[in-house]
């Protein structure tokens, strides 16, 4: 049987269905906001728990899925109709609601409707799926899965010295589809992840993809939607300054000082250019830029309560 992920489409009509469960204690975050940098007397105050959210995992004979791409076709393209209806199938539409002979409609990628009255619309192709379930699976809302493992160039972009400071780095750029654990995961029910580098202190920008075949640029759902990092000692580059607890701590807290500064930096350069010294350029802090603005949310993993506390 094959899994056609529909996951976000259904995701986006069962929200005020949705089933809120606490994560273990070594998952945290934070939405950080510009005035958290710019007293060093601030700290840096985190919730303790992310939230489970459900999507939808379709258990088929057959899969549909229409996927608009910007890659060149080889051969013929093909042009399957944009709107399928699934019929006499049972649903799930939250774990206590149970549709028996169901009909789901996808038109465009996106569930259209869902339920036991739901009319076959016109123009959609009808595929009968008795004897098929139609069930939510489970988003992971923080992984490392996809994630290759790549070495700092230190000679290579305008990157930080300090090779623990990885912020400028893309889950989406370096996704790969090789890893055996992204068939675990979906194996266990699961068709949407959230996904992070997993190198360094400051590891980079998050992502959200879809657990399913297919090239990368039709597995990343959206980009650089979190930044991730650790309070954990890193050994991936040896014994690279922080080697110690109250080091990392340190480390975050001086990094983050050091993106409001570069922040303002520009800002002053770009108003007056003729007098203020242009600064260097730093992918890293640049990346962190969003986080010290508040725009983008700073998730850490930990690995401990008191890892938790910390913050």
């Not at 009509?13 to 945290?28: A, D, G, K, V, Y």
Request: proline residues 5%.
């Amino acid at each position: 049987m094959k899994i056609s992920l529909l996951s976000l489409s259904l995701f986006q009509r069962l929200i005020p269905r949705l089933i809120s469960c606490q994560l273990p204690s070594q998952f945290s975050y934070q939405f950080p906001s510009h005035s958290q940098f710019s007293s060093r007397n601030r700290s840096l105050g985190i919730p303790s728990a992310l939230f489970f959210a459900l999507g939808l995992m379709v258990t088929l004979a057959s899969s549909y899925e229409a996927v608009a791409q910007t890659e060149p076709v080889n051969g013929m393209k093909v042009n399957t109709p944009s709107v399928v209806a699934f019929t006499n199938a049972t649903i799930y539409l939250s774990p206590d609601e149970v549709v028996e002979n169901g009909t789901l409609v996808i038109r465009n990628g996106k569930v259209e409707a869902a339920g036991a009255n739901v009319a076959v619309p016109a123009d959609a192709r009808v595929m009968d799926m008795s004897g098929k379930t139609i069930y939510p699976g489970l988003i992971d809302p923080f992984t490392n899965v996809g994630m290759a493992k790549q070495e700092e160039e230190t000679e290579s972009g305008a990157r930080s010295w300090n090779p623990h400071l990885r912020a400028q780095m893309s889950a989406s750029e370096i996704y790969h589809t090789e890893d055996e654990g992204i068939e675990g995961l979906r194996k266990q029910g699961f068709t949407t992840v959230l996904t992070a580098p997993d190198m360094g202190i400051f590891r980079g920008q998050a992502a959200v993809t879809a657990l399913k075949d297919g090239p990368v640029s039709s597995k990343v759902i959206r980009s650089d939607v979190a930044q991730s990092a650790t309070l954990t000692t890193s050994w991936d580059f040896g014994f690279a300054y922080p080697t110690s607890a109250i080091g990392v701590i340190a480390f975050l807290r001086q990094t983050l000082y050091d993106a409001d500064w570069y922040e303002r930096a520009w800002e002053a350069y770009l108003e007056d250019p003729a007098s203020v010294e242009r600064p260097e350029t730093n992918e890293a802090l640049e990346a962190l830029g969003s986080v010290v603005r508040g725009e983008t949310p700073l998730i850490f993993e930990t690995r401990s309560d008191e890892e938790i506390q910390r913050v």
